[in-house]
C-alpha cells in the first residue's frame, strides 16, 4: 500500500478551512513582500506547495538545489513538474572545488565518519546554495510541517530571519498545521505530480546516501541521517539567526 492509498482518504476535520487559510496565506504574503521564492525539495509538501502557487497563478520563483546527490526519481520529477506546469524550476549546485576539496579530504564515505563531517558536506551542497537561491528575495517558501517532528513543533507561518547581509527575510511555511492526511488527499484530488520514492515510503527525501525508507509507525523524519544520535541529525538547511534565540537549526 503506498501513502497516497493509505492517507489521501485520512484528511483532517479542518481540511477545507486549512485549505482556504493557506491559499489565503500565499495570497497575502505575494502581495507584502514581493519577490518571493519557493525553495523546494521536490518533495510532496512542497509539490501541494507548488501546485498552489500555480493554481492561483501568484508570481512566485520556484528553485531548487541539486546538490549532485539527488536520486534519479527527483531529478525525473523536477522534468515532470516543468511539463506538467508549463514552468522552468531554478537549480542552484554547490561549488564544483569545493566538493572536490571535500571529497579529497573525508573520502566518498566521509560523511559516514562523524556528524561534523557530514554537516560539512550539508553546508557545502546545501548551505552555501541556499544562500544564492535566496538572494535579493524578501522571502522564502518552504513546506515544513509541525507535525514532522519535534524540531518543527514550535514552527511559526510567517517567521523573521536576519541575512547574512544584516537584512530582514521572511520565511513562510504555510502547511504548518496540515497532516499527512491532509497532503496525500490534496494531491488526489488535484492529482499533483510526486517522487515515486515516496511510493516506496521514502517519507523524507533528500540526498540519495542520506534518506531510506522508513516503515509504518516510524517517526516521519527517521529515513534522514539513520547512523546518528536524533539529536545532530540537522543539516541546517532551515537555520535562522536571530537575536532574540540564538541560532535554530532544522531539518530539511
Ligand atoms: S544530505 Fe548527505 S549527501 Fe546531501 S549534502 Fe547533506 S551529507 Fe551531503
Redesign the pocket.
Known amino acids: 500500500m503506498t501513502p497516497l492509498e493509505l492517507y489521501s482518504q485520512q484528511p483532517s476535520s479542518t481540511y477545507e478551512a486549512k485549505l482556504h487559510a493557506t491559499m489565503q496565506l500565499l495570497k497575502d504574503v505575494t502581495n507584502h513582500h514581493h519577490p518571493l521564492v519557493q525553495a523546494t525539495s521536490l518533495g510532496v509538501e512542497d509539490m501541494v506547495i507548488t501546485d498552489l502557487i500555480q493554481k492561483l497563478a501568484l508570481p512566485i520563483q520556484i528553485s531548487m538545489l541539486d546538490?549532485g546527490?539527488l536520486h534519479k526519481q527527483t531529478l525525473s520529477l523536477k522534468t515532470q513538474a516543468e511539463l506538467h506546469y508549463g514552468i522552468s524550476i531554478k537549480v542552484f549546485q554547490p561549488d564544483a572545488k569545493a566538493v572536490l576539496h571535500f571529497v579529497q579530504e573525508n573520502g566518498v564515505d566521509g560523511?559516514f565518519k562523524s556528524p561534523a563531517i557530514?554537516k560539512q558536506?550539508?553546508h557545502i551542497?546545501?548551505l552555501v546554495p541556499l544562500q544564492a537561491l535566496l538572494a535579493g528575495y524578501k522571502g522564502w517558501i518552504t513546506g515544513l510541517r509541525r507535525e514532522q517532528s519535534s524540531f518543527r513543533s514550535n514552527l511559526q507561518e510567517i517567521e523573521t530571519e536576519t541575512t547574512q547581509q544584516g537584512t530582514s527575510r521572511i520565511k513562510v511555511n504555510p502547511l504548518i498545521e496540515w497532516t499527512i492526511g491532509d497532503i496525500w488527499h490534496y494531491v488526489e484530488q488535484n492529482s499533483v505530480p510526486y517522487n515515486t520514492l515516496h511510493d516506496e515510503f521514502f517519507v523524507s527525501i533528500?540526498?540519495e546516501?542520506?534518506t531510506r525508507a522508513i516503515a509504518l509507525g516510524e517517526d516521519f523524519r527517521a529515513g534522514r541521517w539513520w547512523w546518528e544520535q536524533e539529536g545532530a541529525r540537522e543539516?541546517g538547511l532551515h537555520v535562522h539567526e536571530s537575536s532574540s534565540e540564538n541560532i535554530s537549526l532544522l531539518n530539511k
Open positions: 546538490t546527490c560523511i557530514r558536506c550539508c551542497r546545501k533528500g540526498c546516501p542520506c543539516c
